[in-house]
């Protein structure tokens, strides 16, 4: 029920446990910055139930994938606005 | 090309109204599809994951639905819905792929999302909704020792405050904004119905350490990359800060009219209008739980079962009929016990980020324009959330009636949008 497994986090391999979402998993990482707004400031996660869509990054190199909505799977990929 | 399916009841949304929905119209010998946005059906109030699994009831009604031979579409959402021939066409999009579905008859039981209300502070990372950090945490963030304030209203901040604590987070603080008396006066009228009552005295020996105060309101939120301190307010006019690394606000719940609007059904104070059966204005449209009025599960899972039979053809039953209309009742006492107070509406400064998707603040919307001005001139509302959180805030804080419901009703790839 609690099988760790890796995910990749701009670049950085971080370990979560499976069945988590993307959202949490990263959040759990410290990750502030999901996405940098158009006047430049950070932000995360503020729904949890994919309709701000404030939680959105890049997945396996698909962008504008909302965090919230999406479960970790191992070696999933996840670029955050922070290494753009 | 992409193939088109048929359905005779398309159902929109698997919370407890689409899965009761879905399951009645399937048993009523209908061919039924659900579409759902979320990896598993069971709405926000069922949802699951391997770190949090569904309760009884969840269990009881997901095996009925299994049961009853309905198709479920799990992570696929409606883009565009519009009436053809004698029935309806949908687009929806299903992960990354593009789907056409025919029906005949719809049910809406697309749920309520939580309202917002701007206050200085509010985009910084770790401001969650009530109902958002609950989202999460069931989905596997971890909050031990994490100091967390629950400011706002309504019957989540209990739950969650005792959800929050029992995962080792410290809960500074839990304030409801509506007054004692008022609550107070609900909350006895709730010992007559013993079950409801035992469950609120467990949520609150669960965290018996934590102080409950009533008529206290967010005012502001701080910190620099992420959330450090809040600032709360009393109706006295007092304030006072605490340190914390979460917040969860609550201001209520909107409902997602955003498919019925589409679609010209009629609203009523911002619901759906439903009669008996659950039927909307526009013909062989159903629609059930909290779009048509906040009402819960227990409202939705009988207005599910109406509507479901009914858009198989068939009439209710009438045990539900009755069950449906108590619940109705108690449900409206609620929603006044909880009524937010005027005070939330001015919480924003000039300076505050209102339409988070394209950084529109406060000061830029001239209180004379319109809504749909307010998108032309700024882009307000026009963002990926396309107005779902800043036009119900705006609603509140401005009294701008929403805009019309165009579709694409969610962010679509092209390749869904555009036909091979």
Redesign the interface.
């Known amino acids: 029920?609690t099988e760790r497994i890796e995910i990749v986090v701009d670049g950085s391999t971080v370990v979560?446990?499976?069945?988590?979402?993307v959202?949490?998993?990263l959040?759990?990482a410290g990750v502030?910055?999901?996405r940098v707004?158009?006047?430049g400031?950070?932000?995360?996660?503020?729904?949890?139930?994919?309709?701000?869509?404030?939680c959105?990054v890049t997945i396996d190199d698909?962008p504008?994938q909302r965090a919230?909505?999406?479960?970790v799977e191992p070696g999933m990929r996840i670029d955050t606005g922070a290494g753009e | 090309m992409t193939a088109t399916h048929a359905c005779d009841v398309l159902v929109v949304g698997a919370g407890p109204a689409g899965i009761a929905a879905a399951a009645n119209a399937a048993e009523c010998g209908a061919r039924v599809v659900v579409v759902d946005e979320a990896a598993a059906p069971g709405g926000q109030i069922w949802r699951s994951s391997s770190h949090t699994p569904p309760p009884r009831a969840a269990r009881r009604w997901l095996r009925r639905l299994r049961d009853s031979g309905a198709a479920v579409e799990s992570r696929a959402g409606v883009v565009d819905v519009e009436r053809r021939g004698d029935g309806f066409h949908a687009l929806i999009e299903r992960e990354h792929e593009r789907v056409l579905m025919n029906a005949r008859a719809i049910v809406l039981a697309t749920g309520a999302r939580e309202r917002f209300l701007p206050f200085p502070g509010w985009t910084l990372p770790n401001v969650f909704g009530i109902g958002g950090a609950q989202a999460l945490l069931k989905s596997g963030m971890t909050v031990r020792g994490k100091r967390v304030v629950i400011a706002g209203s309504g019957p989540l901040l209990l739950p969650v405050a005792a959800s929050l604590s029992h995962a080792g987070a410290r809960v500074v603080l839990v304030a409801e904004q509506a007054p004692a008396g008022r609550v107070m006066r609900f909350a006895a009228a709730l010992w007559r119905r013993p079950f409801t009552a035992l469950q609120a005295a467990r949520l609150r020996a669960a965290f018996m350490r934590t102080p409950y105060v009533f008529g206290t309101w967010i005012a502001a939120a701080d910190g620099d990359e992420r959330l450090t301190s809040v600032e709360v307010v009393d109706a006295d006019g007092g304030r006072r800060r605490l340190a914390c690394d979460v917040l969860c606000a609550a201001f209520g719940l909107v409902p997602n009219v955003e498919v019925a609007r589409l679609l010209g059904c009629e609203l009523l104070d911002g619901f759906v209008r439903v009669d008996g059966q659950q039927a909307t204005s526009s013909a062989s449209v159903y629609c059930a739980g909290e779009p048509t009025g906040i009402g819960g599960v227990d409202l939705a899972l009988v207005e599910g079962a109406i509507a479901g039979r009914a858009a198989a053809g068939h009439s209710p039953a009438p045990a539900d009929v009755r069950r449906r209309n108590r619940v109705r009742r108690a449900a409206r006492e609620l929603d006044a016990a909880f009524a937010l107070r005027p005070e939330l509406r001015s919480l924003a400064d000039e300076s505050t980020i209102v339409c988070r998707c394209e950084d529109v603040r406060l000061g830029q919307l001239d209180p004379s324009w319109t809504t749909r001005q307010a998108k032309l001139y700024t882009r307000a509302g026009m963002g990926a959330c396309q107005g779902r959180i800043c036009g119900a805030a705006l609603e509140c804080v401005r009294s701008w009636p929403p805009d019309t419901v165009r579709p694409p009703l969610r962010p679509a790839r092209v390749a869904t949008l555009l036909p091979e």
């Open positions: 029920m979560t446990t499976r069945g988590t979402s959202a949490s998993a959040l759990d502030t910055a999901f707004s158009l006047g400031s950070v932000r995360a996660p503020l729904c949890g139930m994919g309709v701000c869509y404030e959105r698909v504008h919230c909505m999406r479960t």
